[in-house]
């Protein structure tokens, strides 16, 4: 089921990962890189090995060539694979299930994060998984460990135990569950500290309720099930419920230092990756 | 209205409590999987009506049911009541032979209202068929030769499996029939006498109508039931048409295929004849009109000659009858021509046969080859261009061919004309005896294969030296095949063989010159013929072969030819396929024998030997209604003729109430979608449901036609359980192992825990970086045990030296085979032996100490094949495989690394060792964390950096061998090939 759409899922990631990655920048500083930065003139006592002699004979002093600085963060991603996320309102195809459009996301985002010198690794409820090997980028395999990890009962917020402190964390999910327990984890991700960016995936369906008549509404998850006449009539209360919940859980990411980004899935998913690799790699920059 | 089951019209009283349960129940609420349903939970809905189905929606599901229970119970409307003449038993005759298919289903029809009413009236019937009276058709054996009175129900079910047959009408067997039971006594109250309105045909035809009429008229008054649907029509074979003498000549009978015999009627009817190939298609479409008053109408076809030689059955449109169909044989099918070929007998313009081939191309059937391979097959014209005789062999086997019934075609030539030189240049016995001996003891036809016997030398005309004009022709001879073609004015004939003058050559000749010298001359032998062109197939003697008139001369030839062998002898083709009353082409029928082939022709169709195709493929002949039916005449009428309008059969509208019900039912299912609200899932739910409502319509409708069998099963159709996919693809078997699916790196366990893991860390760390940044695809190392694990996996082995290295005999042999088989091994001291006495060359502060690292060296190699070994330098192909590397440090920078010397021929000159003290594996570790865990000495991120480019360099070496220093050559290779 998801490993048959994962190759579609990769193809499709890397290709908005490349359209993003119109907009990627370097450090803007000098350090270690392959990228050039800049000319300085040699420090006394710096090594003759490092000076350019090739830029140094066209004047009388002696230069050195700097690269740009290129320091790595790991960031780790984490995706909500519980069946709630695996739903799309719409059966035709037209809108992808929330699940495919997070596990998109997470590719795009790491294929463009690997392209600008990041380490990416895929969090699983026992620790950092191992990427598998046996395809070269990233995306193909975060797509194999992805496929491997459909299999198992996960957790819907990673514990922040497994977690090295400062390490950068991206959390894809629709974030339906019970609301303490998402609390919780998050409280215990601010306190490791896990500066974590929550990627909020919602079906329109979810916001809108496009359903008329008399209608018997289940859950994904076992949670029983509700028949409610006149679906139409509901309509804008359902809209004032869904909007108090996202500011409440605006105010709960906030207030723990963390960031949100909602993505409707009938949204392009460029846009969310470019607001999210910004969010990302803005915060990033620090040291190890 | 009669029900078949009055019983189910009980189930009305269910109607009410249909009514009760549709307003108890309201239909079920539409599911809908929803995520978020703990929001929904919040939702206070203000009114919670159980919805009511609408009235209207009550009436159309009463009135479905309704209609569903009147459909099961097997309504019958009764047909229109015949009034039957007299009383007691009734004689029904029924004419259903050949002519009686044009208007079958009216004929059934009213035979069936007719019993019908005899059974609504409780009468007995006496069921007669003409064409079936002896009791041919066999599934019906109730009416055997023997006439009895039978209820009205059998003689429906013996009326029921009728179809017209492809034959006359016995009436003379049905008179018989009818004379014994007119002297059995059985009484008799009225006859019916549904006639085809077709007089008997052929001899004795007018005899058996009359006996017939007699017969009927003795038992009682007749009512004779006359139908005007559709007169019956007949195709006749054109071959009969104009062998007959009828008037026309050869341009206007060709492309008639047939002939189209009917009754005269007084207005002009306008009908569509096809001509149908082997395989069913329609290769032609002829529109004939029929005037008024006219018995019959020529059917041209006109079609290309080798199209219509494709055709193999002709069919009235809209006349579904044996007689309207007409098969063809052997008989009109393209005659096969041999043409002998000789060396170069096909070349353009000269060739022998160049002109021949376009000439018979289209008209013949042509096969080439030498004359024996020709003879050996059934052949009916052989063309014998010039020379292609000179075998006498050849000759004497053509000469028997002829004599068995074939027509030779011969052209003059150079040959020819030489062999009469020949002949005429030994005036001495030799010659002399030979032309005794031939005209004293066998026919000189057989022994020259000549028609005419020719003078010595060939005749020019006109030519440079000569005062005589090129010939024309001259119009041909009545006698003469080619009579009726016209003669052009060019055709000249320059050149030609003469004929010895002699008293009988005019009736030899066929054609002639302006001059009287025969052009083309013939003789008969044995049953075959031999005919002699005076020219050459080629344009050199004469222009004759350039015109139209030799592609006209040579068809008439072959059609004058007798054709192939069609036995015409008592030999007996048995039946292939025959012709049903419908004109179908089927299996014979079991009842149907063989016919001698000298009968067709004269036979009439009759139940032994049905209309259709007779005898193997290669001389099939084809029985047809057409070869004994020359016109069509109306029959006296035997009784009072009536009219059959008003007979009208039983109707059962139990299905149409049925579909009805159904179709009301699923208006109903669309209209309970749209009220539980939006089509949304229209595809999921509405799908099921529409496909449940046909099921069950599709099992009511099938109990609803076999209505007056209703006790039959009721099959519940299930469909069948679609196969479930095996599940995904078979993963790698727990034997397989990993480094065999994928390309690993390994390094040797040295037993020592933290050199272990910091050399699985490095080359994670290395495999990382070649991942990203080459093609190449590595996993995850292993550790690997020589001696003990298999090798052969790894392309590159790392081995870091630690001092108390052992190396076991194993280990070393394991070793040994996989430098030999192509591995590479990395060998590490991981820091420089300072108490060792070494080079000064490679003098170095910062590296690392190892002691004893030198002597454990010497100990853990010891035995191993290592090759002569030289310093890496910047020409080395390891310096240049993915990199340009000028400096190879690890953890330690500067120290000198040693390879293979080049030049050894062994293994591609790929070195098999890289030896180092540099620490590699400390540069390249990566931690599970993704950071690098050992500082490099001197240190910088670049002494890293080049620490993974050697690593890169050196496992593309490993994975490339000399690859790269091949390349090296390439411009000059690229040169070389441009020149």
New interface residues.
Partial sequence: MLAARLPGLVVHAERIAATVAAGQHGRRRAGPGETFWQYRPAQPGEPVTRIDWRQSARSHRAYVRETEAEIAQTVYLWCDLSPSMAWSSSQGGNLPQKRDRAILLLLALATLLENGGERVRLLTSEGPADLPPGAGRIATRMALSLSTLADRPQRRIPAAGVLPRFAKLVIAGDFLGDEAELTHGLRHLAARPVPTQLLQIVDPAERDLPYAGRVRFVGTEDEGEVILPHVEALRPDYGTIFSERQERLRAMVDGSGHTLLTHFTDQSPAMTLLALSGSVSGQSGGGR | MIFHSPALLAAFALLPAIWWLLRARPP??????????????????????A?TPPLWLLLLRIIAVGLLIIGLAGPVLPGQPVALPGTGTLLLVLDDGLMSAADWSERNNAAHAILDAAAHDGRQVIFLRTAHSDGSDTTSGSNGAELKAVAPERATAVLDATRPAPWGDNRLHAAELLRTLAKAGTPVGAVLYMSDGIASGGVGGGQADAAFAGALRSLGPVQEIRFHAGEPVVLVSARGATSSGAAGSGAETSGVMARLVTVPVATPRGMRVRAHSQDGGTLALTEVTIPAGEESVVVPVTLPSAMRNRVDMLSVDGFPSAAATMLLDEGDRLRPVGLISTGASDTPLVGSLFYLHRALGPTADLREGTAASLLSQPLSVLVAPDGSLADADTRHRVAEWVHNGGTLIRFAGRTVAGHADDASDQPDMDAGQTDASVTGGRNPVEASLLPVPLMPAARQLGGTMSWGKPQTLEPFAADSPFHGLTVPQDVTVSRQVLAHPSADLPAHSWARLTDGTPLVTHAGYGKGEVVLFHVTPTADWSNLPLSGLFVDMLDRLVEHAAGVDAPADEAVLPPVLTLDGDGALGAPPPFARGLAASRFGTEPPSPEHPPGLYGSRASRRALNVGDTVRHLTVAEPVGTVTDPAGHRPDRFPGPALLAAALILLSLDACFTLL????P??W??VGRRNVVSVFLIGGTLLAVSGSVPALAQGTGVVSPPRPDLPAG?PPAASPGVPGAAL?TRLAYVVTGNEETDAVSREGLQGL?GYV??R???????PDGVRPGIDDLSYYPLLYWPIVPGVRSTPAMTSALTSFMEHGGMIIIDTQGVDGTASRGDDDASGSAGEAPGSAVALRRATEGLPVPPLTKLNDHHVLTHTFYLLHEFPGRYAGLPVWVAREGEAENDDVSPVIIGASDWAHAWAVD????TRFAVIPG???QR?MAYRFGVNAVIYALTGNYKADQVHVPAILRRLGQ
């Fill in positions: 079920a609420p539409r599911t809908q999987v929803f995520p978020p349903i703990a929001l929904l939970r919040r939702l206070k809905p203000e009114q919670n009506d919805s009220l539980r609200g939006l949304f899932s595809r999921r995904g994928e495999s991942n990203a080459t093609s190449a695809v590595l996993g995850h599970e964390n993704g950071d910088g991120d670049d950096r």
